[in-house]
Every structure is written in structure tokens, then in C-alpha cells.
């Protein structure tokens, strides 16, 4: 499976669950990054006092972005009706494969970096 430039495996190895675990001694909150694929087993220790005694707590969505995003959710969500209608990007919205957030955000993403190179080519660099 390879859309938009990214395949499958690619977008899973850059994916990192967070867990978070809570010591049952000092109730501190010790956050475990788990590749993907794997979830946190065994014992995990304390950041706060070293103790092994925790639990996994189950916690509200946390998401870190290894970068950030080239545009915000506001314009994300006012370019999705355009990207719809459009011959080039409208075929990827109706092959029904993820969430309309996630493919409208893939192809902002591939957009500005075609711009990015486009204007890395074409403008003179600048002198100080």
C-alpha cells in the first residue's frame, strides 16, 4: 500500500505510542515510548523514584508530531472541499482508505513541499 509518496511501513515506523504508567508508591506519572507494533509489557520503573510498582493508567490522546505540520488545522479543514472536487486529489479521498483529516493533511504536506522545492530552485539565495 503506498499513497502519497508514503508507504504503509513508513508511516508506522515513524508512529510512537505513548503509555503512560503510574507509580503505586509516589503516584508519579512515567510516560513510555513504544515502537509500533510492540505495547509496553513487564514491569516499568518510576521516572520519579525508581520503584517498579506501576500500573498503566489509561489516559486522555496524546500525540506527538516528530515535526510540525506546514499549515493549520483551520486551513486543513477550508482546503478539503477544494481537494474533493479536484481530478488529481479527489481520486485519493474516494478510495475510502484512512480519514478525511488524515489524507487532506497528506496532501497539504506533499503540496507545500513541492512549493518548498520549487522555491528553493527558482529563487536567488539570499546574501548577508
Known amino acids: 500500500m503506498e499513497r502519497a509518496?508514503?508507504?504503509?511501513?513508513?508511516?508506522?515506523?515513524?508512529?510512537?505510542?505513548?503509555f503512560e504508567f503510574r507509580c503505586k508508591k509516589c503516584h508519579a506519572v512515567t510516560?513510555?515510548?513504544?515502537?509500533?507494533?510492540?505495547?509496553?509489557?513487564?514491569?516499568?520503573?518510576?521516572?520519579?523514584?525508581?520503584?517498579?510498582?506501576?500500573?498503566?493508567?489509561?489516559?486522555r490522546v496524546s500525540v506527538r508530531v516528530a515535526r510540525p505540520a506546514k499549515y493549520s488545522e483551520d486551513f486543513l479543514h477550508r482546503a478539503r472541499p477544494f481537494l474533493r472536487t479536484q481530478k488529481q486529489t479527489g481520486e485519493i479521498f474516494a478510495e475510502g482508505k484512512g480519514s478525511d483529516d488524515a489524507r487532506t493533511f497528506q496532501l497539504a504536506e506533499q503540496i507545500g513541499q513541492g512549493i518548498d522545492r520549487a522555491l528553493a530552485t527558482r529563487l536567488p539565495s539570499r546574501r548577508r
Open 5 to 18: 509518496g508514503l508507504t504503509r511501513r513508513a508511516v508506522l515506523l515513524h508512529t510512537m505510542p505513548i
Open 31 to 59: 510516560e513510555v515510548f513504544c515502537a509500533s507494533g510492540q505495547s509496553a509489557t513487564g514491569a516499568v520503573t518510576c521516572g520519579q523514584c525508581g520503584n517498579r510498582a506501576t500500573a498503566k493508567v489509561v489516559s
